[in-house]
Every structure is written in structure tokens, then in C-alpha cells.
């Protein structure tokens, strides 16, 4: 679908009941939000953030995860995926405990669609600022622990598909109706299409933390780019990835076959320091957030810059490379007649941007989350 100009969104319950160039649609009583001269977009869905604004997901409280969907909401995202890191099993549990306590009480802010799990049944070679004490070959039996600790709130899942165990480790996961994952993985174009063929179906951060492109060894990165199974994850901070494997990227796989995501950290939206993040110390600075001997480790990223800085590198027209952010999120999390996208029937998650993409106001369900009401 396209742009409409000079339109109304009627919102009722929930729900976006009528858009209309006519403003005799809209109800005389209704709560009216002025957006004349901004954008009208869908809501952003964050698959891949860990915190923002102070707090962390391995906080372990329902706190943390409400304020960081209340951090989330003033950059113009309406759901996420609440991202743990490398753990023990212990811990992970207490978090998915949580998460799911957090889902049960509507909070100020963005909604908690669930859970994205990453790590711990990743490659050491490839685990990037993960604890390295923590890292497990796949195990379904904790995993299936998990899950109901989360009440069922896991949604994705990232490992390494060279991993002892890991092949019948994905098909489980397909078998729950969880996304697979591969990432942190040193993974060869071999063992990346093997793992393709047993039901991975998407991709963690490409470029970062997986076997370098080479010609003669093209590993993961090349089955990524060729072949339309994955969809693939990119942090779009210019740290991450350079602009011009970004550009690679997106015009190998096309904006429907790419997402933008955060990977965002404590530090995001706050003054530059030293703050903790999976037991150790991480820097922030405008290189970025980074150990102590300076591993990125996270980002400082929100997605409206994401969607600022591909547009800018790519030249895609915004009705193009929204789909990066709202829609193929959506589509992937199987919410896509309820999201994603501005239209009669789905949910009233909007974000109302200036012309030049600095959010403004963000609605989820028809509610005003930010700025706080």
C-alpha cells in the first residue's frame, strides 16, 4: 500500500476502524491527535533489544522490562522482543519468569511480544561480548523449561547450527512454532544451508559475530545473501556494519527480506559512562557500546535512526523501507493481520513522525504512550 495524504485514523477499542480523507468520518466525541504536516506510520517492532535508558532485561524485574518498553515507545516502537544474553540456566529461567509477569500487567509503554532468547548454545569462537562461562551446547530439555517458565513467551531463538545437537535442536523449535535462529556461529556456506534445510529461518545480526565473508570460504554471510529463507537481522548504526555491506545486504535480499533491529543495551538514550551488561562492564561513546577491550558489545542504536541511516544509504523510498521495521517484523512473528501496517482491522499501534523521521508521538492499541499522557 501506499501513502494517502490529508487523512484521519479512526481508532475504537483498540482497532483502526476507518482512514478517511473526509472529516465528516470522524466521531464527534473522539479524543483527536493533530498530526497535520507529520507521518502517519505503523508502530516499530524491535526483535532484538536487551535495554535502554538505564535498565536491562537481565535485570530481572518487571520494572526494568516496563521501562525499557516505556524507553522503546519514545523512539517509536509499539512491540518488542524482550532479548536476554548468555546465561546460566537459573537465570534464564528467572527472566522468562519475569518477562512473563511483565506481559500480564499492561505497561506505560511498548508491548512485550514475547521473548528472544540469545545464546546460551553458541559458538565461544563467535560469541562476541557473551560470557563465555555460560555458553552450552543446545539443549532441548532446558529449553522446553524455559518456555514454560515464560508462559510460553519464546518467540525466536539464536545458536550457533554447527553446534553439537543443534540440527534436532531446530527441528524442535519449528516443532513449537519458534523461529530458529543462526548467529554467533562460525558456521561454514555448508553447515549454514544444512542448517536452512532443518528449519532455521532467520539470522542473527549479519556480518556481526559470524565467519567473515571470503571467496574461497564464504561461510554464513553468503547463504544469507543467497538465499531467500533467512531473514536477516541488521544493526543499522554505521559501527556495526559499514554502509556498504548494509547496501550489499538489502540489495541482495531486498527490504522484504531484511530487518532492522536495535540490539540495543543498557546505556541507549543516556549520557556516555561505564555501565554493566552480562557481568562485565561496557563503555559507551559515540564509537558505540564496547568491553573494556573494546569488542562492540551491543548498540546505543533506536530504530528510527535504523530506518534514517538505510534510507540515506540505499536511496529507498520510505514506503520501501518501512517494511524493515514494522511489517516483515510482523509477518515473522505471524502477526501480521493485527500489525505492521496502517490499516482497517489491525491494531491501533501508530507512530506519528516529523518529515525527517524524529518521532513525535507513539500510540499503541489506541493508547498514547509517548509522550507519557
Known sequence: AGAVDNASVVINQG?????????????????????????????????????????????????????LARHLATHGVTGFLATTVT?????????????????????????????????????????GAQNPCCIRPPSIAEMERVIEASGNAVRLVTLAPEMPGAHDFIAYLRRRGIIA??????????????????????ATH?????????HRDPGIIAAVLTDARPIAELIADGLHVHPGAARLLIKARGPAGVVLVSDAVRGAGLPYGCYRMGGQDIWT????????????????LT??????????????????????????????????????????????????????????????????VSPDP
Open 15 to 67: 482497532h483502526i476502524v476507518n482512514i478517511s480523507t473526509d472529516s465528516a468520518d470522524i466521531p464527534r466525541h473522539a479524543r483527536t491527535l493533530n498530526a497535520e504536516g507529520n507521518l502517519v506510520l505503523p508502530g516499530f517492532i524491535d526483535l532484538h533489544v536487551h535495554g535502554g535508558h538505564g535498565y536491562d532485561v537481565m535485570d530481572g524485574t518487571v520494572e526494568a522490562v516496563h521501562e
Open 87 to 127: 546465561a546460566s540456566l537459573d537465570d534464564t529461567l528467572a527472566i522468562a519468569s519475569i518477562v512473563r509477569q511483565a506481559s500480564a500487567v499492561p505497561g506505560p509503554g511498548a508491548a512485550i511480544l514475547g521473548m528472544h532468547i540469545e545464546g546460551p548454545y553458541i559458538n565461544p569462537q563467535r560469541r
Open 181 to 202: 535462529s543462526m548467529g554467533h556461529s562460525d558456521a561454514t556456506y555448508e553447515q549454514a544451508l544444512a542448517a536452512l534445510d532443518v528449519g532455521v529461518s532467520h
Open 206 to 214: 549479519v556480518f556481526n559475530a559470524m565467519r567473515p565473508f571470503a
Open 285 to 300: 561513546s559515540e564509537n558505540g557500546a564496547r568491553t573494556a577491550d573494546g569488542h562492540l558489545a551491543g548498540s546505543l
Open 303 to 368: 530504530l528510527e535512526v535504523a530506518l534514517r541511516n538505510v534510507m540515506t544509504w540505499t536511496g529507498l523510498p520510505l514506503h520501501q523501507a518501512l517494511a524493515m521495521v514494522s511489517l516483515n517484523q510482523a509477518r515473522e512473528l505471524g502477526l501480521d493481520s493485527r500489525k505492521g501496517s496502517v490499516e482497517v482491522g489491525k491494531d491501533g499501534d501508530l507512530v506519528i513522525c516529523s518529515p525527517t523521521l524524529q518521532v513525535l508521538t507513539t500510540v499503541v492499541g489506541g493508547r498514547v
